[in-house]
């Protein structure tokens, strides 16, 4: 089962053992084994967990594959408000952060 919650709601760094300013760095998943990963490896883990298939796990793996979506994913973590569309969580639903 895939299931996505905002990296903004309550409790959300406790769960994922992480400092609050370290959660707002990138993304992360936690899996059903209690593994934890974070940035472009977080995202591939992802994305083969929605496809059924471990082929974007194994793209990551290939050398140089991994290094550049890693750069990729810090200059859009580091950009992400800046897009258009993108409106932060705390300030599109407030409720969920109280």
């Known amino acids: 089962m895939l299931r996505i919650e905002p990296m903004q709601s309550p409790g959300m760094a406790d769960r ?3 400092t609050d300013d370290r959660m707002l760095e990138s993304a992360w998943w936690l899996d059903s084994s209690g593994a934890i990963f974070a940035g472009a490896y977080a995202m591939n883990v992802a994305l083969a967990a929605a496809l059924g298939t471990r082929l974007p796990l194994w793209i990551y793996r290939i050398p140089g594959v991994g290094a550049a979506q890693n750069v990729i994913y810090r200059w ?13 969580l705390c300030e599109a639903e407030p409720e969920r952060c109280a």
Do not use: E, M
Not at 76 to 86: D, E, I, K, L, P
């Open 76 to 88: 859009v973590a580091t950009h992400r408000y800046r897009f258009r569309g993108v409106t932060p």
């Open 16 to 18: 994922l053992g992480v």
